[in-house]
Structures are given as C-alpha cells and as structure tokens.
C-alpha cells in the first residue's frame, strides 16, 4: 500500500496501512559484464483507492499504483556510455461523489544519455522527457508535459577529485498553471551549476 493522507498537524502522511492488501513487484536483469546491462521492473500497490480511514484533518485514502520500468545500459567501446529508461503506470487514490476516483492520472517518462571519456575529460548529453495525463473528473488539473535537456563537462584532476559543470534547461506545460495566482504561465527553467567532488 501506499497511501496518501494529511495528518492532525496538517502535514502528509507518506506510509500508512489503511485496506490490508498486498502489493508486489518483480524485477528482471540481463548483463554482460562492462558490456550491456538490461532490467525490466514493474510494480503494482494493490492498494483499494476508496479505502479511507478517518483522520482529524480531512481523511486518509488508499493510493493505487503500477508502473513498468525499463532501464538499458550500454558501452560500445571502453569511451563510450549510453543509457536509456523508460517508465509507464497510472495511478489513483479516493471516491469522488459519483464513485470515481478523485485523482487518476497516467503517465510515461523516458530519458537517453549519452557519455564520452577522453583522456581526464567526460563530456555527457541527456534528454528527457516526460507527460501525466489527467483522466478524472475533478477541477484539480494534474495534466503536464515537458522535456529537459542537460549538457555536462567534468575534468578527473586526480582518481579522487573531480570538477565539473552543468548546464539544465527544462520547458513543460501545465494546464493547471492557469488556475494559480500570479501570471499562470508555465514555467522556463535554467539551471547552471559548478561542482567539485570528492571520492574516498
């Protein structure tokens, strides 16, 4: 189970047993050493999503959750790294009046990364994307679609230190947005940072 709930004090409640059910998960890997690596992982919560127990702040609802994820690491040449993942699910918690779900949403995200090592240099492209679809009947708008695209560069001054730095950028759209205070436009996210890291 993973539920959703607020509790007295008026703040969420991320792990609570409220209908009793059983959840699972399996997970498959295939790999050949400093070659390719391949999972597959699905999960599903069981969970009853108009299950509630009462709470002193609103009420606690079942949070029904399955997704898959496929995940595939390769290395071409000892230089060369690329990496793919690919998720899907849906996921539902509450009753409405009319006995749907309050909140039911899907959704699908996926990203690819490419690495390349020269010498004490690695420089890495990634791009991401990801969409949740909105399929109840509520006014809350959970809707959203986006991609990021994220360029790095990082130097091995030695085995244990490492400097580098990163360059984000995110554009996503949001019906929601619209509903808020202030402008309701989506957001235009950049993002710069230089780091230094150290292994031991």
């Given amino acids: ?5 607020i509790s ?4 969420g409640v991320p792990a609570k047993e409220i209908d009793g059910r059983l959840g699972v998960y399996s997970k498959m890997t295939y790999e050949i050493p ?7 992982f699905y999960m599903q919560t069981n969970a009853e999503s108009s299950a509630k127990d009462l709470a002193s702040f609103g009420n606690d609802y079942g949070w029904n959750a399955n997704f898959t994820n496929i ?5 071409p040449t000892a ?11 849906t996921t539902s918690m509450g009753e409405s009046a009319s006995h749907k779900p309050m909140v039911d ?8 990364l490419l690495s390349y090592k020269f010498g004490k240099n690695r420089i890495s492209y990634r791009h991401d994307y990801f969409e949740v ?19 790095c560069y990082s130097y091995a001054l030695n085995e244990n230190d490492i400097i580098g730095a990163e360059y984000v950028k995110i554009l996503s759209h ?3 947005n619209s509903v808020l205070p202030g402008s309701g436009v989506d957001p235009d996210d950049n993002l710069m940072q230089i780091n230094y890291r150290l292994y031991f």
């Fill in 1 to 5: 189970d993973i539920p959703v709930g």
């Fill in 8 to 11: 007295s004090n008026g703040w």
């Fill in 34 to 40: 400093d070659k390719l690596q391949l999972e597959a």
């Fill in 71 to 75: 995940g595939l690491k390769l290395l």
């Fill in 79 to 89: 230089d060369v790294t690329f990496i793919t993942q690919y998720l899907n699910g």
């Fill in 105 to 112: 949403n899907s959704f699908d995200s996926w990203f690819a």
């Fill in 133 to 151: 679809k909105d399929n109840d009947p509520t006014a809350d708008k959970n809707a959203q679609v986006g991609s990021a695209e994220t360029v």
């Fill in 174 to 176: 949001r019906e929601g």
